[in-house]
């Protein structure tokens, strides 16, 4: 007996595979491991959309709301100032102003002014809207992931798909309580907004419809606490959320939890600037287009921080403060799709995979043994050792298993042994025909290789393709398979034919093809 | 053990119109049934949700419906029982946008009262990716059968590749044919099983076509028939064998998988089946149809192997400086 080179690569995959797929079957903490998809381990697969659109209006308003600051500051006398999802548009009264206006919207970046007369129509740039679509979608997934690691739950993904969609996975999630608690955090607009209530009409706010609010340059907002309380606020915000730096949970002196903010130096300064001029007026505290609160201003207010306070839990609070820390979604975000699995289920559908994966294994390798005498055990050591290989080298990719990834795992035993399948039945022709035994396993490992690269290499194109164009599970799916391929023609096409080499001698001394190839005893073989 | 004589040579094709004729009216029995059936396609393709909820005792499927007919999102719903009594699966063509308050949320105030329950899956697909998935699919399926298309021709010729291809459409219309009549759930699962008994059918016909070229090849045999007859009888025994082991395999997923794998496992029962015969039956038989000249095949090799005798000559000639 001699080792040969198809031997050596054998047992050095052999071990490869074992050494690389302990980790994952005995679940140790140190090296790379399988990770189960959220089909087999439960948890929560989200798919969520942006609303793109919205983000390039939400710029139009802060860039309407600086415009009103500018002709504010240097007492510039305009009127109907009014942001749609499209453009700002306004009227300038005074043409001596004209100059200094101009030089202003020179500066903001990114927008296209038109001037007719005194009229105004500032758009924001085909290719800056473009920049804005992107951008949102960027921030959201920043925006989301820092929430979900406030949030403290182990291995959130957060990924982009496609131009506008975001997906989002969370294994840890085991109640639906605490899925619909992550929902809530990760869907929150967290939108801040300071808002001056519009005083001279405020009164007539119950008889107002959502037009004529328009028409003044208002807007109607509901209460957050009063179900049927509504505010009249002025459209265009004093200053919002992009400005803070800071919240915590803090209490009142009655001891319910609050929220306290903290804005930036400009915040601060135009905070305070507008405090200043409206004492004796109500400033509104918008949170996601709902008025909490709407105290009186009793004087300048410094410093730049404020206090949300509501019905909260603290929990609730807790949440909020994380929402408005990691900053508000430039764009609303929507589901497209939600997978939420149960641990139970999960714990089912993997008991229930490796029962199919246990008992037709076990019929595979029975099969094999019967049919083909001890070529069909050699057959069946290359198929176990082709398992370790896949989950070997699924670990070393950190591949996900998922449910259709162990049905591919399930009838890839079936198709493995197809390599030997056609093999031993041209080995037995050769016998059949009266070939030695040498020259007829040699001719037989010859002639059925170039059938079975032909198949592989094409099976493996359309797996490449499934790959490229299937979607979650399908990839899963792609990537078990092609790796099951790749491993069987190692180990059934090469490795199998070491073993035979190692054994040539006794094969052919013992001539008992019975014994080796499971065919009937015949005169002359 | 050894299930085929060897050296028999069965007459495969003179039963060929017999066969033909099956399969004729297979596939167009099929085209039929999923043209007044259709497919119940999961939610995967339309939208929808998908909440299934197992009670701690039997699960009272008439309490369940009558509780949720109450809400305008669950009017057009069916209840139905999934793998044991205790579980239960909703389906309804709504779905929702927002984060906040959800079908499973929703789901689960309805059934307040109705028993003791978990909630262990819910599925909720916009109809927006349903659309996407559909043309991804179709994109894939097309692709791939081009991919084969063009291996094939390339490493055999293209009236086998036209067979192959006209053999795995057969499997396929066939095979889906069985689940539109049985009404099995059409999902993301069944794409992936259609592009398995894809790669299943076509690798089945390789190793038919490859003995027929290694004949053609090989032997002096200029009946093609008669080279067909003698391919298929060579492979017949590993055919059935490999077959065998799949639909082992198969089996054992199809009966342990349960429902939720349903929509996997009985497209590749029937389809190994369709496979199987396709490529004993009809995929070497269409070869002869699309008018396979084996004398014409003979030439082009000897021409191919003239050609690359040439080059070499030339090129040896060229590494001696003669040219």
């Known amino acids: ?525 | 053990m050894e299930l085929f004589k060897e050296d028999k040579v069965y007459n495969f094709l003179g039963k060929g119109k017999i066969f033909f004729f099956a399969s004729f009216v297979l596939f167009f029995l099929a085209i039929t049934i999923v043209a007044t059936k259709g497919f119940s396609f999961g939610i995967d393709f339309t939208g929808g949700t998908v909440v299934q909820v197992k009670y701690t005792q039997t699960a009272p499927i008439d309490k369940i419906r009558e509780s949720l007919q109450k809400s305008k999102l669950f009017e057009h719903a069916t209840v139905t029982e999934f793998g044991s009594p205790q579980e239960v699966v909703i389906k309804t063509p709504s779905s929702t946008v927002g984060l906040n308050n959800d079908i499973g949320d929703t789901t689960k105030e309805i059934l307040k009262g109705t028993g003791d329950f978990e909630i262990r899956r819910v599925d909720m697909v916009g109809p927006k990716v349903g659309d996407e998935l559909r043309v991804k699919g179709l994109t894939a399926f097309l692709l791939t059968l081009m991919a084969i298309m063009a291996t094939v021709t390339f490493r055999y010729e293209w009236r086998f590749a036209l067979a192959a291809i006209i053999a795995i459409v057969h499997d396929i219309v066939i095979t889906f044919g069985f689940v539109s009549y049985f009404e099995v759930d059409f999902n993301i699962e069944s794409v992936a099983a259609l592009l398995m008994i894809l790669g299943y059918s076509i690798h089945d016909t390789i190793i038919v076509y490859d003995r027929v070229r290694e004949h053609i090849e090989e032997s002096k045999e200029t009946n093609f028939v008669q080279i067909i007859n003698e391919a298929v009888s060579r492979t017949q025994s590993r055919t059935t064998l490999t077959s065998l082991t799949v639909f082992f395999v198969v089996l054992t997923l199809f009966i342990f998988g349960g429902d939720i794998m349903m929509g996997f496992s009985f497209p590749m029962l029937i389809g190994v089946i369709v496979g199987t015969y396709s490529s004993i039956f009809v995929a070497a038989q269409l070869v002869v149809w699309t008018g396979f000249s084996v004398a014409d095949y003979r030439q082009k090799m000897a021409e191919k192997v003239k050609m690359r005798a040439e080059k070499e000559k030339m090129r040896a000639q060229f590494e001696q400086g003669i040219v």
């Open chain 1, 1 to 525: 007996m001699k080792l040969n080179f198809r031997l050596v690569l054998l047992i050095a995959a052999t071990i490869f595979g074992i050494v690389f797929s302990l980790p994952s079957l005995t679940q140790s903490e140190r090296g790379a491991k399988v990770t189960l998809g959220l089909d087999l381990q439960g948890g929560l697969h989200m798919l969520l959309g942006v609303k793109t659109e919205e983000a390039v209006a939400s710029q139009l308003k802060s860039v309407a709301s600086g415009i009103n600051r500018f002709a504010e500051r240097n007492d510039i006398v305009i009127d109907s100032l009014s942001a749609t999802s499209d453009m700002v548009t306004f009227e300038l009264l005074d043409n001596d102003d004209a100059v200094a206006l101009d030089g202003y919207l020179k500066k903001v970046e990114g927008t296209v002014v038109k001037a007719t007369g005194g009229s105004y129509q500032v758009t924001i740039a085909p290719a800056e809207v473009e920049k804005l679509k992107v951008r949102a979608v960027d921030q959201a997934i920043e925006t989301i992931r820092n929430r979900l690691d406030q949030f403290g739950l182990a291995e959130p993904t957060v990924a982009k798909q496609g131009v506008d969609k975001i997906l989002v996975e969370l294994p840890g999630i085991k109640t639906i309580e605490e899925e619909q608690r992550a929902r809530e955090l990760i869907s929150r607009a967290a939108k801040l907004e300071l808002m001056a209530i519009d005083e001279d009409r405020a009164m007539r706010v119950n008889d107002m419809d959502e037009a004529e609010a328009t028409g003044f340059g208002d807007k109607i907002l509901p209460d957050a606490l009063q179900p049927n309380g509504k505010h009249l606020v002025r459209e265009i915000p004093i200053l919002d959320g992009t400005m803070l730096t800071n919240a915590q949970v803090g209490y009142d002196q009655n001891n319910n939890p609050t929220i306290n903010f903290t804005l930036n130096s400009d915040g601060a300064q135009i905070f305070g600037d507008f405090t200043a001029k409206s004492v004796g007026k109500r400033l509104a505290i918008v949170l996601d287009g709902k008025v909490y609160s709407a105290p009186v201003i009793n004087e300048r207010i410094g410093g730049g921080s404020g206090q949300i306070s509501g019905n909260y839990t603290t929990a609730e609070a807790n949440d909020l403060a994380i929402a408005l820390r990691s900053g508000a979604l430039l764009a609303p975000i929507y589901m497209m799709e939600k997978r939420s699995v149960g641990p139970s289920l999960g714990a089912d559908s993997i008991r229930a995979s490796l029962l199919a994966l246990v008992s037709g294994f076990g019929l595979v390798v029975l099969f094999m043994m019967f049919y083909y005498g001890l070529a069909g055990v050699i057959a069946n050591l290359a198929v176990v050792i082709n398992l370790f290989i896949i989950l070997a080298l699924m670990s070393l990719m950190g591949a996900t298993l998922t449910l259709p990834g162990m049905a591919g795992i399930v009838l890839h035993i079936g198709l493995a042994v197809d390599a030997n399948i056609i093999i031993n039945e041209r080995i037995r022709e050769g016998f059949r025909a009266g070939i030695p035994t040498r020259r007829a396993i040699a001719e037989g490992y010859q002639k059925a290789m170039r059938a079975i690269l032909d198949s592989n290499v094409t099976q493996l194109l359309a797996c490449t393709i499934l790959y490229v164009y299937g979607t979650g599970a399908i990839k899963g799916f792609a990537v078990t398979l092609s790796m099951g391929l790749l491993a069987s023609m190692l180990t059934a096409i090469v490795g199998s034919y070491g073993i035979y080499q190692l054994f040539m001698h006794r094969i052919e001394k013992s001539k008992n093809y019975t014994l080796w190839f499971g065919m009937s005893r015949r005169k002359g073989a």
